[in-house]
């Protein structure tokens, strides 16, 4: 089982720790880790289906960032 958090260890902020360890304890204890990886990957694929211009901007970076390598 997850180690219990206050998830204020991503420094957040109030009241976004606060929602996010309730969230968490509401979830079966999920880890405020596995809420964020799920909330960043959302929103990333949410941002990119809107907007051309930043998918646009998202595969160049990628495209820079594999030929570097990282």
Request: neutral net charge; hydrophobic residues 30%; aromatic residues 4%.
């Given at each position: 089982m997850a180690r219990q958090t206050t998830g204020a260890r991503f420094r957040l902020g109030d009241?976004?720790?606060?929602?996010?360890?309730d969230f968490c304890a509401a979830n079966w204890n999920c880890s405020a880790t596995e809420v964020l990886r799920d909330a960043v990957k959302a929103f990333i694929e949410a941002q990119l289906a809107a907007?051309?211009?930043?998918?646009?901007?998202?595969?160049?970076?990628?495209?820079?960032r594999l030929a570097l390598g990282d």
């Open positions: 009241p976004l720790d606060n929602d996010l360890a907007n051309e211009g930043l998918q646009q901007r998202y595969a160049d970076a990628r495209k820079r």
